[in-house]
Each structure stands twice: as C-alpha cells, then as structure tokens.
Nanobody, 124 residues
Framework: QLQFVESGGGLVQPGGSLRLSCAAS????????IGWFRQAPGKEREGVSY????????IHKDSVKGRFTISRDNAKNTVYLQMNSLKAEDTAVYYC?????????????????WGQGTQVTVSS
C-alpha cells in the first residue's frame, strides 16, 4: 500500500521552529518530486514547497521564502520541511504528496498519495 505519514507538527509560539517529516512507505521516494501543502480552516489547500526528484530544485511559496526549507533524504525515504520564524498565519494542517502530473508546482490536482496531515499551530 502506497502512503505517506507526516509527523512533527505541534503547538509553537510565534518566532519558533518546527521540522516536519514525511515518510513514504510502499514505494521508493526517489522516483518522485514531492510537494508540501497546507490547509487552514475555511481556506483552500495551498502549495507551500516543492522539491524535485534529485533534490536539486526547490520552490517555496512567496510568504515562506527565507523561513522554510524543504529537503529530502532518499536513503531514508523521507522528505522534510524545516520551518523557522513561524507566524500565526502559518497555522494549518500540513500535507505531503507525490507529484504525478505536469503543470504548476502548487496545483494540488497534479499530486497523489496524500498523507493524513500534521497539525501546526502557531500561537502565544
């Protein structure tokens, strides 16, 4: 069974940091580009970060540039999202998924095998 398991979320104060992990099972991660998305209550799911199969190319949503870093360890079959200088507006459920279609990197319809998500809450 192909699936992702996200972890690392939690409650953090503004300005704090979290490191999210996305572990794949049932398939080899290094065959795929991966995206991190998030969905806040009452809002649509939005793309946060993207990493190519090799890890040589990354893209970040403008509002997280300079604060978030996406990386991957293919040997561990895991993708990470390091989040620093967190803000209240980063509060959301964060998901990872495999990109299996052409188009914009942040088009969620081009992704598959979504995990269950991990909650990130930024609050004082």
């Amino acid at each position: 069974q192909l699936q992702f398991v996200e972890s690392g979320g939690g409650l953090v104060q503004p300005g704090g940091s979290l490191r999210l992990s996305c572990a794949a099972s049932g398939f080899t991660l290094d065959n795929y580009a991966i995206g991190w998305f998030r969905q806040a209550p009452g809002k649509e799911r939005e793309g946060v970060s993207y990493i190519s199969r090799s890890g040589g190319s990354t893209i970040h949503k403008d509002s997280v540039k300079g604060r978030f870093t996406i990386s991957r360890d293919n040997a561990k079959n895991t993708v990470y999202l390091q989040m620093n200088s967190l803000k209240a507006e980063d509060t959301a459920v964060y998901y990872c998924a495999v990109r299996d279609g052409l188009g914009a990197w942040d088009d969620s319809s081009k992704y598959n095998y979504w995990g269950q998500g991990t909650q990130v809450t930024v609050s004082s």
